[in-house]
């Protein structure tokens, strides 16, 4: 079974910076997929950035220009680089992976971190 081990949340005034990290475990399953959500208290869940099963990124238009994904396969760890950070950023921060073994897919999510922008 796969987890996906989240850090780096915090609390940061406007225009700063942080960087999320989300580490998965081992697994006979592949990750097709892997990025990050985010949830506003009141919100609904919303893409934030995302590698695709074809190693694409997207971004959420609120984020692009600000916001950085990267994937280092080697440690299996993707990271969020947030930059210029906006009170509306403030939100819990979800891992997301998508798993794949032979012909199953499943989702996994990180247990969220909360990151906070406010002066």
């Known amino acids: 079974q796969v987890q996906l081990v989240e850090s780096g949340g915090g609390s940061v005034q406007p225009g700063g910076s942080l960087t999320l990290s989300c580490t998965a475990s081992?697994?006979?399953?592949?990750?097709?997929?892997m990025g990050w959500y985010r949830q506003a208290p009141g919100n609904q869940r919303e893409l934030v950035a995302m590698?695709?099963?074809?190693?694409?990124?997207n971004y959420a238009d609120s984020v692009k220009g600000r916001f950085t994904i990267s994937w280092v396969n080697a440690r299996n760890t993707v990271y969020l680089q947030m930059n210029s950070l906006k009170p509306e950023d403030t939100a819990v921060y979800y891992c997301?992976?998508?798993?794949?073994?032979?012909?199953?897919?499943?989702?996994?999510w990180g247990q969220g971190t909360q990151v906070t922008v406010s002066s």
């Open positions: 997301y992976a998508e798993l794949r073994w032979g012909p199953n897919k499943s989702d996994k």
């Open positions: 081992r697994s006979k399953a592949s990750i097709s997929a």
């Open positions: 590698f695709d099963s074809r190693s694409n990124t």
